[in-house]
C-alpha cells in the first residue's frame, strides 16, 4: 500500500480563503469617513484536524480497492463439521424419540380397543334390558295404559270452586251501534258454536262480521287455554255495551249542519262446554 502525505500549508491554502484587502463602502467615500472592514478570521485545528481525517479516509479507501483479493480477509465463517461422537449422540436420541413415539401409539391403539369392547358390552346389555322391558310390556295390563284417568274430566270441565269452565273473548270499540249488535246477539245466544257459526255467516246485517271473529276468538281461547273440544261447545252469554262516541256534522237542507253521534260497542262472548246430558238433547232437537 501507499499513504497519500500532504504538508499543512497545502491545507492551509486549499481550504482557507485568501485574506483579501479591506473594501472601502460607499458611505464612507461620500462623507470622506474611512472605516477598516473586519479582516477574515484564521481556520482553527479543529478544522484542520477535520480536513486530515478526509484526506486518510480517502487513502484507505484507495488502498483497499487497489490491494489484492487473496490478501482480503474472508468474512464467511464456515460451519463446523461435526465430530463423530457428537454426530452418535445425536442419532441416538432420534432413536429414542421414535421409539417412545411408538410406544404412545400402541397405548392409544390399546385403549381404542378396550374403548370398543366396553361399548360393545353396554350394547348388549341394553339390548338385553330393552327386551326385558318389552316382555315387561307384553305381561302387563292394557288397563294401565289406555284406562280412564280420574283426573280426566273433573279437572278440565270444572275450576277449583266447582264451578265450569268457561273461555271469554272480549272486542273492545267495534264500529256500530249496541242495539245493531244485540239483535245479532239474541240469535245466537244459547245455540251450539256450529250452529252460530252458521247463522252468523249468512245474515244480512253489518255487525255479523265482527261478532263472527269475537266468537271463533272465544272458541280458540278455550281450546288453547283450557283443553276443551270446539264441537261440545255453546255460547253460555253475550252481551253488547255502549262504547263511547264522537260528535259530528252533516249538511241537510238547506246546507244547514245537523249533529249526529258515531258510536261504537263493546262487546263479550262466554262459551261453555256441553255435558253428556246436554250433548244428548242437542242431538234430539238437531
Not at 479591506?22 to 464612507?28: E, I, L, M, Q, V
Not at 266447582?162 to 244485540?182: N, Q
Not at 253460555?236 to 253521534?261: V, W
Request: include cysteine; charge should be negative; glycine fraction near 4%.
Amino acid at each position: 500500500g501507499w499513504l497519500m502525505l500532504v504538508s499543512s500549508d497545502s491545507l492551509m491554502s486549499a481550504f482557507v480563503p485568501p485574506v483579501t484587502e479591506p473594501r472601502t463602502p460607499s458611505s464612507a467615500l461620500r462623507h470622506n469617513e474611512l472605516r477598516q472592514a473586519p479582516l477574515a478570521t484564521t481556520p482553527t485545528p479543529v478544522f484542520a484536524a477535520m480536513a486530515l481525517a478526509g484526506c486518510l479516509a480517502a487513502s484507505l479507501r484507495l488502498v483497499r480497492r487497489h490491494a489484492p483479493t487473496s490478501a482480503r480477509a474472508h468474512m464467511v465463517q464456515l460451519k463446523a463439521e461435526p465430530s463423530e461422537k457428537e454426530s452418535k449422540e445425536d442419532k441416538e436420541e432420534e432413536e429414542d424419540e421414535d421409539e417412545e413415539f411408538e410406544d404412545e401409539e400402541a397405548a392409544e391403539e390399546d385403549d381404542d380397543d378396550l374403548d370398543e369392547l366396553v361399548m360393545d358390552d353396554d350394547d348388549e346389555d341394553d339390548d338385553e334390558d330393552f327386551e326385558d322391558e318389552d316382555d315387561d310390556f307384553e305381561a302387563g295390563d292394557d288397563e294401565v295404559l289406555y284406562g280412564e284417568d280420574e283426573m280426566d274430566d273433573g279437572f278440565f270441565t270444572t275450576d277449583e270452586d266447582g264451578e265450569p269452565l268457561e273461555a271469554v273473548c272480549k272486542a273492545r270499540f267495534l264500529k256500530g251501534s249496541p242495539w245493531k249488535f244485540r239483535r245479532v246477539l239474541w240469535q245466537i245466544r244459547g245455540r251450539t258454536y256450529r250452529e252460530a257459526l252458521m247463522l252468523l255467516e249468512f245474515m244480512p246485517w253489518r255487525a255479523c262480521r265482527p261478532t263472527l271473529c269475537a266468537l271463533q276468538s272465544a272458541a280458540a281461547n278455550a281450546q288453547n287455554q283450557f283443553n276443551m273440544d270446539k264441537a261440545r261447545l255453546y255460547v253460555y252469554s253475550c252481551k253488547a255495551d255502549r262504547g263511547p262516541y264522537s260528535k259530528r256534522m252533516r249538511p241537510m237542507s238547506k246546507g244547514q249542519p245537523h249533529q249526529y253521534r258515531r258510536r261504537s260497542t263493546h262487546l263479550e262472548i262466554v262459551v261453555r262446554e256441553m255435558s253428556d246430558s246436554e250433548m244428548m238433547k242437542s242431538d234430539q232437537y238437531a
